[in-house]
């Protein structure tokens, strides 16, 4: 297989990590005689230094011609302190899932039995998760017009969906639900919200189409609390944007880190496969970053965008063996690990490249 694939480290860690998920495509590509063509770009607070724009024509115009996107993180702390900041590395990340058309985000949770101890709750609450959350990605209230007034007393942020944003990402996730265990937990705030109405009411009519599927509505407030007291009754997680990406953030904390998180925004067109934590200046170049969910989303890359089933497993493999073997990185190291099982970026990159070889 020839696939040409983008590099888009960002900002901060996102440069240390997406160095080993590219090295795991490469080993990938080595040992299954692939050929995999690598070119890069650069997008976030690095391009604002750099041109201005936090997604350049020349980034947009790769992106679009790629056949997949390893993505690393965006932001600065200098734009968190400075709320009136007209640029902003976000808008970048904002831009191109719009102009890819990606609305799905794809959030796996999945825990390895290595690490039930790194999570701040219990094992026997944990053991036996499994998630897969569908967060819809081009509406809601990200993409709704923003206001604020001229004496800066008032501001606002439209929260909108049309049907066809429902209909798009309830089916893919109805899709999924079908290929594991059928059930489907749509998430809203249809009590108080009319997007959350018009989504419920949605959801209900795609529903018929999936008579094998199981569903239940939830609300957010409710989904939070029962995701934290009893994630295993979770399969399949369908919800709008804000409240995606809310409710697996705090669903790192079932996998023990965000370090550990990869997912995957599709949509027709070129996929974007990315971790799920920030760009967390604060250990940027101190070699501390996980590299862990940069190489798992090289395996949802595998399996989504190229359909390399074997491919994609041996890479989660080989991230379970090297967590059977001890080896952790500061965020996933618990009181009894061994000092010397506790590895930067790089020692622990190479780790999983020694498995996939």
């Known amino acids: ?12 860690i996102g440069q240390e990590v997406t160095t080993w998920g590219k090295q795991a495509l490469e080993a990938v590509a080595q040992k299954y005689n692939h050929e995999f063509i690598f070119d890069e770009a650069i997008m976030g607070h690095t391009a604002i230094e750099a041109t201005g724009d936090p997604l350049p024509d020349e980034t947009l115009e790769k992106a679009k011609a790629s056949d997949a996107i390893l993505f690393g993180a965006i932001g600065h702390a200098k734009y968190d302190n400075d709320p009136s900041a007209k640029v902003r590395p976000e808008q970048g990340l904002l831009k191109i899932r719009k102009e890819l058309g990606l609305y799905a985000n794809l959030r796996p949770i999945l825990l390895f039995d290595e690490l039930l101890d790194a999570s701040s709750l219990k094992p026997e609450v944990l053991r036996g998760t499994d998630i897969l959350f569908f967060r819809e990605l081009t509406g809601d209230v990200y993409f709704g017009e923003k206001n604020r007034n001229d004496d800066n007393t008032f501001a606002s942020d ?34 108080v919200l009319e ?4 989504w419920r009411e949605v959801v209900q009519e795609i529903a018929q189409e999936y008579p094998d599927v199981e569903t239940e509505h939830m609300f957010i407030d409710n989904a939070a609390m029962q995701l934290v007291k009893n994630p295993k009754k979770f399969d399949v997680v369908l ?43 604060d250990i ?33 493999t080989a991230v379970a063996e090297t967590l059977k073997a001890g080896w952790r990185t500061g965020d996933i190291a618990n009181a ?15 780790k999983v490249l020694e498995f996939i070889k």
């Open 1 to 12: 297989m020839k696939k040409n694939i983008l590099i888009i480290p960002g900002d901060g």
């Open 195 to 198: 997007t959350s109405r018009l």
């Open 284 to 316: 940027a170049g101190q070699n501390k970053a996980n590299p862990l969910a940069s190489i798992l989303s090289v395996a949802l890359m595998l399996d989504i965008a190229f359909g390399l089933q074997e491919e994609a497993k041996l890479v989660t």
């Open 158 to 191: 439209l929260m909108n969906y049309h049907r066809y944003e429902v209909e798009r990402i309830a089916r893919k996730a109805y899709d999924a639900a079908r290929t594991r265990n059928k059930k489907l937990c749509s998430v809203d705030k249809a009590n």
């Open 336 to 350: 009894d690990t061994a000092s010397n099982k506790i590895l930067g970026t790089n020692e622990m990159g190479a």
């Open 239 to 281: 919800t709008a944007n804000l409240f995606g990406d809310i409710l697996t953030d705090e669903a790192s904390q079932i996998a023990g880190s965000m370090g550990m998180l990869a997912s995957a925004s599709i949509g027709d067109g070129t996929g974007f496969f990315e971790p799920i934590h920030g760009s967390a200046h």
